[in-house]
Structures are given as C-alpha cells and as structure tokens.
Nanobody, 125 residues
Framework: QVQLVESGGGLVQAGGSLSLSCAASGRTFSSRDAMGWFRQAPGNEREFVALIRWCSGQPYYASSAKGRFTMSRDGAKNTVNLSMNDLKPEDTAVYYC?????????????????WGQGTQVTVSS
C-alpha cells in the first residue's frame, strides 16, 4: 500500500510560478517504481503531465509541460516535486500525484495504482 499526499497548490497570475510536492509513504521504492503527475480540469479527462523513474531520477514530460515544468525527487524524504514556471490559464486544474510499477514511461492513468487526493492550481489571466 502506498500513501500519497500532495501540497503546494494555489492561485497564481499568468506567467507566475508554483511548486507542488508529493509525500510518499508505505513502502521502500525500487527501480520498478515511478511517480507521476496528472491534472484534471472540470469537464476534461485526467491528463498526464510528467513522471520520474524513482531510482534513476530520469524525468519524462508531456509536450504541454516540456520547457516549463521540472519534476524532481528526493529519495531521502520520499518526495517528488513539480516546479511549474510560466504558468498559463490553461494549466488550471486539480493536480494529482500517482504511483506506478509499470516500466518505461507510462502516461495513461490506468497504468497508475495509487493516487493522492489532489491539489488545486488556479492560474488567472
């Protein structure tokens, strides 16, 4: 069982920055594990934003996030972070942290087995 708790959402103006954090607990992570960030806006499906392989620290980004978002992980604290810059109104959504044991760079929500409760990010124009 993996527990995930997100924090760091809020309201920011377009062009601003926010950092999200996700604290993971419940087991020791290995090379089979990766953590992802997804987001869901009202009326939209949940969409992939970024993921990071736990052991290698290698990130992978959706095209919408590439160049603006940076995902990192702190193995000592069992946390993953998402730094978001140059935010746009279309980035407004609830952001979810999720865990997967699927190898490679899985981007479908169905590939992920544990989810956090979500944190709201609102970008005003």
């Amino acid at each position: 069982q993996v527990q995930l708790v997100e924090s760091g959402g809020g309201l920011v103006q377009a062009g601003g920055s926010l950092s999200l954090s996700c604290a993971a607990s419940g087991r020791t992570f290995s090379s089979r594990d990766a953590m992802g960030w997804f987001r869901q806006a009202p009326g939209n499906e949940r969409e992939f934003v970024a993921l990071i392989r736990w052991c290698s620290g290698q990130p992978y980004y959706a095209s919408s996030a590439k160049g603006r978002f940076t995902m990192s992980r702190d193995g000592a604290k069992n946390t993953v972070n998402l730094s978001m810059n140059d935010l746009k109104p279309e980035d407004t959504a609830v952001y979810y942290c999720a865990h997967t044991s699927v190898l490679g760079f899985p981007t479908r929500p169905s590939h992920y087995d544990y989810w956090g409760q979500g944190t709201q990010v609102t970008v005003s124009s």
